[in-house]
């Protein structure tokens, strides 16, 4: 069974930096495409940024500035980035791939910013 678990996610202040990790297990191959999503108090999940498994990356017009997608494709692993992170910034986070047609999802991790 697939499954996506992200971790990395928890209080941090303005200003500072944090890296969320997704680790997808029981998979027997490679995404073709690994990302993130978020979904801030009050609004739909938005779309951050997704690469693809040779690496080419696509990032939301308002995250191109403070996110950066990366992944890691022998362990099947993806990444986000957040750079001077904002109050606004606060949420879950999920990652998911997609492969086959199927996207495959994690349950989220919160990341709180404080101001």
């Known amino acids: 069974q697939v499954q996506l678990v992200e971790s990395g996610g928890g209080l941090v202040q303005a200003g500072g930096s944090l890296r969320l990790s997704c680790a997808a297990t029981?998979?027997?191959?490679?995404?073709?495409?690994m990302g993130w999503y978020r979904q801030v108090p009050g609004k739909k999940r938005e779309w951050v940024a997704t690469?693809?498994?040779?690496?080419?990356?696509n990032y939301a017009d308002s995250m191109m500035d403070r996110f950066s997608i990366s992944r890691n494709n022998a362990e099947n692993m993806v990444y986000l980035e957040i750079d001077s992170l904002k109050a606004e910034d606060t949420g879950v986070y999920y990652c998911?791939?997609?492969?086959?047609?199927?996207?495959?999802w994690g349950q989220g991790t919160q990341v709180t910013v404080s101001s």
């Open positions: 998911y791939g997609a492969w086959n047609g199927y996207d495959y």
């Open positions: 029981g998979s027997k191959f490679v995404f073709s495409a």
């Open positions: 690469i693809t498994a040779p690496g080419v990356t």
